[in-house]
T-cell receptor
């Protein structure tokens, strides 16, 4: 148990659907991250939020829309996805996304399949 | 360019064998940190170790040991007397202190420990 919970664990959606991934951390951290893990590719950082403000958007297509209502919760809203978006989406949190190297703690991920 | 290379895609060993996972990194930054994470079948990345660029001392934690050599830009991970529970994907990652606040991951090494 890492203190970072992601729901749902598995999600199957059609290309016209709208769905959301949820991440919650119970560690009192201020920074939260979304990563994409595709088969045979390194983990790709998608978004970073620090104190609820987005500090990083790693050229992610607009069909992925993050939301961070508070430091404990992070959402990833999905709409009109493509089959190549099928992947494991991992959420992480760290104390701060400042000029220190905080350890990032990861959730178990949401396995997304786009049909 | 900043990059992490884990050349071993998959390693298979028999229980109780020792195994070394290789990690080679590239950076021009003088301040950086190196990490190892373990990803068991359950999906979450579990933090194993963090090492900063000014500390080349090797570290041992139980059956795990890490060999950091700046001269060869390597940060290798050895598991002594491997166990079936060590079966997982292991990621090496680089965090840059001067130019970026991102974790750059290698592509991972899948370790299978057979009974």
């Amino acid at each position: 148990e890492t203190g970072v919970t992601q729901t749902p664990r598995h999600l199957v959606m059609g290309m016209t659907n709208k769905k959301s991934l949820k991440c919650e951390q119970h560690l009192g951290h201020n920074a939260m991250y979304w990563y994409k893990q595709s088969a045979k590719k390194p983990l790709e950082l998608m978004f970073v939020y620090n104190f609820k403000e987005q500090t990083e958007n790693n050229s992610v297509p607009s069909r992925f829309s993050p939301e961070c209502p508070n430091s404990s919760h992070l959402f990833l809203h999905l709409h009109t996805l493509q089959p190549e978006d099928s992947a494991l989406y991992l959420c992480a949190s760290s104390q701060d996304e400042g000029r220190t190297t905080d350890i990032q703690y990861f959730g178990a991920g949401t396995r997304l399949s786009v049909l | 360019a900043q990059k992490v290379t884990q050349a071993q895609t998959e390693i298979s060993v028999v229980e109780k064998e020792d195994v070394t996972l290789d990690c080679v990194y590239e950076t021009r930054d003088t301040t950086y940190y190196l990490f190892w994470y373990k990803q068991p079948p359950s999906g979450e990345l579990v933090f194993l170790i963090r090492r900063n660029s000014f500390d080349e001392q090797n570290e041992i934690s139980g059956r795990y040991s890490w060999n950091f050599q700046k001269s060869t830009s390597s940060f290798n991970f050895t598991i002594t007397a491997s166990q079936v529970v060590d079966s997982a994907v292991y990621f090496c990652a680089l965090w840059l202190g001067d130019s970026s606040y991102k974790l750059i991951f290698g592509s991972g090494t899948r370790l299978l420990v057979r009974p």
